[in-house]
């Protein structure tokens, strides 16, 4: 019975220390979110990500919701070698003419209606990531609509 308890006593101490040590790590998160308005826009635009720490993980997200014209988004590591990409676009849509009655026709006029909306995502995670300026490159071809990119860098001390 002694050593039984001695052995219970042993096992209790043992997982007490696992647990401290796996509860007890200091980690650090530093997050950011943008929220960007699409209004029909050529002109190419960069966001600027700065990982401090490669002991660690880094997560980035960036999602966009067009509901024309057409968007690309890449992904550059510090070095300038990319790291992911997508397109999408909208590929459904029907142009609205009204006749001398008032009356829609379909044409080629200028009053675009759309018929869809196009999500598109990319998803990133580098484990101890190359510390640096990361880039996301946004490529717009006349898009409407949202884009929302997110980033979590998170380090042990």
Partial sequence: M????????ITLVFLYNISCSILGQDKTNFAVSRSILLDGES???EIILPVSEKNGSFNLTVSSKIYQGELTIEVYDPKGEKQGNYTVGCQLYTTIQKNNNGQEEKSSGKTWTNKEIV???IDRKIINPIVGNWIVKIIPNRPKGSLKSEYVQQWDH
């Fill in 119 to 121: 999500n598109g995502r």
């Fill in 43 to 45: 002109e190419k635009q």
């Fill in 2 to 9: 002694k050593k039984l308890l001695i052995k219970l006593a």
